[in-house]
């Protein structure tokens, strides 16, 4: 099964506010970037839309290790399945933030059988790759803010 390594990074201006996102991918030899933005969100929405955009590129069943400084992608992770099981509720009962995300990833990762690991980098650290997707995560976000000012 081929391997591939996703680094990822989100971007809000305000939180909530204009949001980018940002995802590279590797495997073997070759890189993909992939970016984009959206008008108004959160900075965690931002983080998964980096991750599903990133899902969504692949095309074969592989191994993905995600590489982000996102504690909440990270952490949150493991508890897509029960989520899932409670219609995206919680523990507790409450809605799961984020619930349309989540399910997208839930999906992406079923349909195109993707086995997942994680690995966790501190932020604005000096990492090359995640300095890169925050930097296109930031520049899509102030993008997505000067369009909304138009």
């Not at 940002?22 to 070759?30: F, N, Y």
């Not at 995600?66 to 989520?83: E, F, G, K, T």
């Not at 399910?103 to 501190?122: D, G, P």
């Amino acid at each position: 099964m081929k391997k591939i390594t996703i680094w990822t990074d989100g971007s809000c201006l305000g939180n909530p506010g204009p949001c980018g996102y940002a995802a590279i991918l590797l495997h073997e030899q070759k890189t993909l970037r992939l970016s984009g933005r959206f008008a108004h969100g959160t900075n965690n929405a931002a983080e998964l839309a980096a991750l599903t955009v990133a899902l969504r590129a692949i095309t074969k069943p592989c191994e993905a290790e995600i590489v982000s400084d996102s504690a909440y992608l990270i952490n949150n992770m493991r508890y897509l399945p029960s989520w899932e099981a409670a219609s995206w509720r919680k523990s507790d009962g409450k809605p799961v933030a984020n619930a349309a995300i989540w399910a997208e990833i839930s999906r992406l990762l079923r349909e195109k059988r993707i086995v997942l690991s994680f690995r966790k980098v501190a932020g604005h650290a000096g990492v090359d790759l995640n300095e890169a997707c925050d930097a296109e995560a930031r520049r899509q976000a102030s993008l997505a803010k000067a369009e909304a000012t138009r």
